[in-house]
């Protein structure tokens, strides 16, 4: 599947675009980065993330199956000190590091996960792209 992303900018004569084939074009920020980088393009600057501890029991209330609707289901996962992400729409797992109680971010784009809670409980995550509703816990 071809997938593509377009940077362009208002004020400047510069326009970016980044395309790839690939299951979800997970790649295309790191390529999209990697040329703003090379040709100095304005305002572009990489997104740092810290993450912070969290012991595999803290993380447990993340686990469990979420359902993304017409994409199907991931399963949530402790691992270590991150939570690992599978299911049938990734070609290979996610892993996700905490930067604070509610927001973690995917290890390989930075990408933020911003988990819901109702009651002290987990019951959803929202990213750029998806929601995803807790159906079960494991």
Do not use: C
């Not at 199907?72 to 402790?78: E, H, I, L, P």
């Amino acid at each position: 599947v071809l997938r593509a992303q377009l940077i362009a900018w208002k004020d400047s004569p510069h326009a970016l675009v980044g395309m790839v084939i690939s299951d979800n074009g997970s790649i295309i920020p790191e390529v999209v980065q990697a040329v703003a980088n090379e040709y100095d393009l304005p305002g572009y600057a990489p997104t740092v993330r810290t993450p912070v501890a969290m012991s595999p029991e803290a993380l447990t209330p993340y686990v469990g199956t979420y359902d993304l609707g017409r994409l199907g289901t991931v399963t949530f996962a402790v691992d270590g000190e991150r939570l690992k992400i599978t299911g049938e729409i990734l070609s290979e797992p996610m892993y996700l590091r905490p930067e604070s109680a509610t927001s973690f971010f995917n290890i390989a784009d930075g990408e933020l996960i911003e988990f819901e809670f109702e009651n002290d409980q987990v019951t959803g995550f929202r990213t750029p792209r998806n929601v995803g509703v807790k159906i079960d816990t494991e």
